[in-house]
């Protein structure tokens, strides 16, 4: 007797730069974004550090992807390629800020069918997002609830370990823990410190401590949106270095122009510490060492400005 096998192709069409790609998977059976216990669930994140939280909760069940993780590139100016289609195509879970921030994200996301795929955007999960800056993920209450949020996700995907994700979200916000003590202990002894900020990335730390921005909100926001600030903002932000009216200078290192090369060297030749963040979490770094490492080198420079 001779046995009929079926063997359903999927044919997905991905529009990228106006170039169409076919791509074509076997599906057995199941929903195209489902994972059966015992499958390794696939999760594509936008940004690293997403990624390295989703790792963390998702622990040997899961394999990430992470779009975004060289510190040397703006995200700002990311050009996504189709092999990030291809990913996103075939993934269960995914990932992406939102807040206009990975707009790359939602073209990809429209230019793959998958029903089965669960898209969690941290923008819309954070619960205290500040005005006209979407870096969540500087916020340790914003990225405890996106953890939340992948949690619910796995499970959703893998019902049957559902004990074992929500024991790695317990152990992932006590891990924050000492970022938030430490950040207390900043405010108690620095709070209220003028410093300068480059971009607006950091005002979710600088705000939770104490510190007092003396930068034209409008000069960072406008470096953060690739923009050239005014010239009065500018001038301020000379001006306040020049006359060391800042304790410290923090500048995102991957968002550099001339206007802010100018800065940090300015800080530099008045003796004004200078402190670099990132956007995206160096590659040996968790979120955890990430954040902490940021923070230390913050109070360091924090300890000499005074």
Do not use: C
């Amino acid at each position: 007797m001779k046995k009929t096998i079926w063997i359903i192709v999927a044919v997905t069409v991905l529009i990228i730069g106006g170039v169409y790609f076919f791509i074509g998977f076997l599906n057995g059976g199941g929903q195209a974004g489902g994972a059966a216990s015992g499958n390794t669930i696939k999760i594509v994140a936008a940004e690293d550090f997403y990624g390295n939280i989703a790792q963390q909760l998702g622990g040997d069940k899961v394999s990430v992807t992470s779009i975004l993780s060289d510190p040397n590139v703006d995200p700002h100016e990311y050009e996504s390629d189709v092999q990030d289609g291809i990913a996103i195509t075939n993934a269960n879970i995914v990932i992406e800020n939102g807040l206009e921030y990975d707009t790359w994200m939602d073209k990809l996301l429209g230019a793959s069918s998958n029903p089965g795929r669960i898209v969690i955007t941290a923008g819309a999960v954070a619960p205290d997002p500040l005005p006209e800056n979407p870096h969540v993920w500087y916020g340790i209450d914003n990225i405890s609830a996106i953890a939340g949020a992948v949690t619910n996700a796995l499970i959703k995907t893998d019902p049957v370990d559902a004990a074992f994700f929500q024991n790695n979200l317990t152990t992932f916000n006590r891990s924050l823990a000492p970022i938030t003590a430490k950040m207390n202990a900043i405010k108690t002894q620095y709070g209220g410190t003028p410093v300068g900020l480059t971009e607006t990335i950091y005002l979710y730390q600088t705000g939770s401590m104490g510190l007092d921005v003396l930068t034209p909100f409008s000069f960072e926001k406008a470096i953060a949106e690739g923009n050239d600030p005014s010239a009065q903002d500018v001038n301020t932000a000379n001006q306040q270095i020049a006359g060391k009216k800042i304790k410290v200078l923090i500048y995102n290192s991957q968002t550099v122009t001339p206007i802010t090369t100018n800065l940090e060297d300015a800080a530099q030749a008045n003796g004004i510490p200078v402190v670099p963040v990132t956007e995206t979490m160096p590659p040996s770094d968790t979120y955890q060492t990430w954040m902490t490492a940021e923070l230390n080198t913050l109070e360091a420079a924090l300890a000499q400005g005074h």
